[in-house]
């Protein structure tokens, strides 16, 4: 099963403009983790945030985190075309025997136009 | 190590054959995970190993699918008797404490 929402669900953008995703989820979290795929590839980590954090950076990457609201979101500055691709977050969470796994969203797919 | 590898990556198979898929994770990874991801949806969870113990199974995972992970080094997922329904994009990942996850390519799966 998902974990929660990524909304929008499509951004198009022009280059140098920045692009905001949003992500909800349902449950407590250890952590999120935001994971870029290309079409038909498989997924890169691009940042992780722990549940004690509220904000982190990363190059042009800017992540938040709201454990009140259970949400999350990643701006990404300045885009350029080769940042096209589909954007997902993902939730770290601890099962009941112990371990943790990653829970993912539907993803944000971004196309940025030259 | 340069990632985690999968083989195939493509595998175009008829109704009703089996398949198996292989998933190499970096060496010194001893949790390995494997998803499944149809065409615009995020990656599903299916299946969970600690070294060489399968220590969760999604409730995706019907009898026909079986997962094995030998000595806790590669893994495979067979897929028995297929159906159109299986086709999805098949990915492995690998980590050693949680903090970083690494995937491989996946291997793409097409039932006709």
């Known amino acids: 099963s998902q974990q929660g929402e990524e909304d929008p669900q499509a951004l198009s953008i022009q280059e140098g403009e920045n692009a905001t995703m949003n992500c909800s989820y349902k449950?407590?979290?250890?952590?999120l983790q935001w994971y870029r795929q290309n079409s038909g590839r498989g997924l890169v980590h691009l940042i992780l945030?722990?549940?004690?954090?509220r904000e982190k950076h990363s190059g042009r990457l800017r992540v938040t985190l709201d454990t009140s609201k259970k949400s999350s979101s990643l701006l990404i500055t300045a885009s350029r075309a080769a940042d096209t691709a589909s954007y997902f977050c993902?939730?770290?969470?601890?099962?009941?025997?112990?371990?943790?796994?990653?829970?993912f969203g539907a993803g944000t797919r971004l196309a940025v136009h030259p | 190590d340069t990632g985690v590898s999968q083989d195939p990556r493509h595998k175009i198979t008829k109704r009703g054959q089996n398949v198996t898929f292989r998933c190499d994770p970096i060496?010194?990874?001893?949790?390995l995970y494997w998803y499944r991801q149809t065409l615009g949806q995020g990656p599903e969870f299916l299946t969970y190993?600690?070294?060489?113990?399968?220590?969760?199974k999604s409730r995706l995972l019907s009898d026909r699918f079986s997962a094995e992970r030998p000595k806790g080094s590669f893994s495979t997922l067979e897929i028995q008797r297929t159906e159109q329904g299986d086709s999805a994009m098949y990915l492995c990942?690998?980590?050693?404490?949680?903090?970083?996850?690494?995937f491989g390519s996946g291997t793409r799966l097409t039932v006709v």
């Open positions: 990942a690998s980590t050693l404490d949680s903090y970083g996850y690494t």
């Open positions: 449950t407590s979290i250890n952590n």
């Open positions: 945030i722990r549940s004690n954090e």
């Open positions: 993902a939730t770290d969470e601890r099962s009941s025997g112990g371990y943790n796994k990653l829970i």
């Open positions: 060496s010194e990874h001893n949790r």
């Open positions: 190993f600690q070294n060489e113990a399968q220590l969760e």
